[in-house]
């Protein structure tokens, strides 16, 4: 009865196991990124102030399928205006996404970064006077599409960045 038991107990540890994500298989689901996209992006800098920028990022692959690097570039009347760099990982043993980033400025940020769906990923942070997130996708055009708001609540969201971005040929 005890061999039983113990067969039991390993089977069901070792199918616990089996069913983690590597952290290549999860960075894989992000492999739709990879690349180099342009387009433009709207960002709310007050009540009623929309800046318009033309934005660049250069996504790849890194550390034998490990890591997602990511760099975004955004430009006016040809002046750099912003510049950031993310990494995104994923942690096997908690098996979670983590983000941490980085601005030209000096300020960096560590991100939640979740799945929400096939090529759909959110990932956001806390700010002093509220939160931020963004959601990532692909629109029906194949078009990299990211929407940012700001909550000071956690409950009431306001509409604080959008992006359209059309993958270049490489």
């Known amino acids: ?36 996209w342009e387009g433009e992006a709207k960002a709310a800098t007050g009540p009623g102030e929309i800046q318009l920028i033309n934005q660049h990022e250069s996504v790849a692959v890194k550390l034998g399928g490990r890591m997602l690097m990511i760099e975004g570039k955004g430009y006016q009347n040809g002046d750099l205006v912003f510049n950031a760099i993310g990494l995104v990982t994923f942690d096997e043993g908690n098996q979670k996404y983590e983000m941490q980033s980085w601005l030209a400025t000096g300020e ?35 078009r990299w599409k990211e929407k940012g708001e700001f909550s000071p609540d956690g409950n009431t969201w306001y509409p604080s960045f959008e992006m359209l971005l059309t993958k270049k040929a490489d």
């Not at 960096?108 to 769906?117: C, D, L, N, S």
């Not at 959110?122 to 629109?139: A, H, K, T």
């Open 1 to 36: 009865m005890k061999k039983i038991h113990l067969t039991i107990i390993l089977f069901l540890a070792y199918g616990m196991v089996s069913a983690q994500e590597s952290s290549k298989e999860a960075i894989g689901k992000l492999s739709f990124l990879v690349g180099n």
């Open 108 to 142: 960096t940020t560590k991100a939640y970064f979740e799945e929400r769906g096939d090529k759909k990923f959110e990932w956001g942070f806390p700010l002093p006077n509220g939160q931020v997130r963004y959601l990532i996708s692909l629109d029906e055009e194949g």
